[in-house]
């Protein structure tokens, strides 16, 4: 009856051992918080996300520097940031 007892009794001590354990691994996982990264969309403003939504057609030839029409368009492209431009070439 003595030896029954003391199995038992060793028993139950590595269930518990066990137990402790198996809580003492799963604590991480309930303390730890998930960081949340920011997409880049996240980060503009509303007038950028419009903006990112208007796409223009350049013609290719437009190379004349004191041009209004390129000053208009590089102002588009630097200062409202429009989502792209697409150049055509001429024949």
Same mark, same amino acid.
């Given at each position: 009856?003595? +030896?029954?007892? =003391?199995?038992?009794?060793?028993?139950?001590? #590595?269930?518990?051992?066990?137990? =402790? =354990?198996?809580?003492?691994?799963?604590? @991480?996982?309930?303390?730890?918080?998930? %960081? #949340?990264?920011? %997409?880049?969309?996240?980060?503009?403003? =509303?007038?950028?996300?419009?903006?990112?939504?208007?796409?223009? +057609?350049?013609? $290719?030839?437009?190379?004349?520097?004191?041009?209004?029409? +390129? %000053?208009?368009?590089? +102002?588009?492209?630097?200062?409202? @940031?429009? @989502? $792209?431009?697409?150049?055509? @070439?001429?024949?």
């Amino acid at each position: 009856m003595n +030896r029954t007892r =003391l199995t038992s009794s060793k028993h139950i001590s #590595h269930i518990f051992l066990a137990t =402790l =354990l198996m809580v003492m691994g799963c604590q @991480g996982l309930f303390t730890k918080q998930e %960081e #949340h990264t920011l %997409e880049p969309w996240e980060l503009l403003s =509303l007038e950028q996300k419009v903006a990112q939504m208007i796409m223009f +057609r350049l013609k $290719g030839d437009l190379i004349d520097p004191e041009s209004k029409e +390129r %000053e208009k368009f590089q +102002r588009w492209i630097k200062e409202v @940031g429009v @989502g $792209g431009v697409v150049v055509y @070439g001429v024949a």
